[in-house]
Structure formats: C-alpha cells, structure tokens
C-alpha cells in the first residue's frame, strides 16, 4: 500500500526555518520523482520543488529559489525541503506527492497533474 506522511511543519516566526519531511511507504521513494507543493486558504495548490528521476535534477518555484532546497535520502526513503528566510506569505497547507511518470523536462513536475500519490499535508505558517 502506498502511503506517504508530510512532517515537521509549524509556527515560525518571519525569518526563520523548518524542515519538512516526506516519508513514503509501499514503494521506493527513488524511483519516483518527488514534489513539494503548497495551498494557502483561498489559493489553488501550487508547486514548490521538485526532484526528478533518474538524475535527480531539481526545480524550484521562483518564489522560493534561494532559500528552499529539496533532498533525498534513499536510505530513510524519505525527501527533505530545507525551508530557509521564511516569509508569511510561505504560510500554507504543504503537500507531498509522488509521480511515476517520466519527463524529460524537470519543470513538468512542478503540475499537481504529474503525480499520482499525494500525502495528507503539513501546516506551516509564518507569523510574528
């Protein structure tokens, strides 16, 4: 049975940083590519990051490019998003996915139309 659980989400004030987790069970996280995606109330589900396969190249909204990166650790067959400089505007509902599809490109991992199995989803919000 497939299953993937999101942590590590929280109150964080403006500034500082989380780490989320995405822990994928039932199947191996490395043969998947991998992505982060965000909703905020009233908001459609945007794309966050991504990591493809087989390279593992990575994609990054530009809202976040600089300050988000995205891992794996085959090991724990888990993926990371190291969330630095959070803004309140980061604030959202933060959503795992797994896709098995291959694209050339990286950037067609950024549509929540790639993936085929979704997390529950992990608040973060960003206030002071």
């Known amino acids: 049975q497939v299953q993937i659980v999101e942590s590590g989400g929280g109150l964080v004030q403006p500034g500082g940083s989380l780490r989320l987790s995405c822990a994928a069970s039932g199947f191996t996280a490395d043969g998947y590519a991998i992505g982060w995606f965000r909703q905020a109330p009233g908001k459609e589900r945007e794309g966050v990051s991504c990591?493809?396969?087989?390279?593992?190249?990575?994609h990054y909204a530009d809202s976040v490019k600089g300050r988000f990166t995205i891992s794996r650790d085959n090991a724990k067959n888990t993926v990371y998003l190291q969330m630095n400089s959070l803004k309140p505007e980061d604030t959202a509902v933060y959503y795992c996915a797994a896709s098995r599809k291959y694209y050339s490109s990286t950037n067609m991992y950024a549509a929540v139309g790639a993936y085929d199995y979704w997390g529950q989803g992990t608040q973060v919000t960003v206030s002071s």
């Open positions: 990591i493809s396969v087989p390279d593992g190249t990575t």
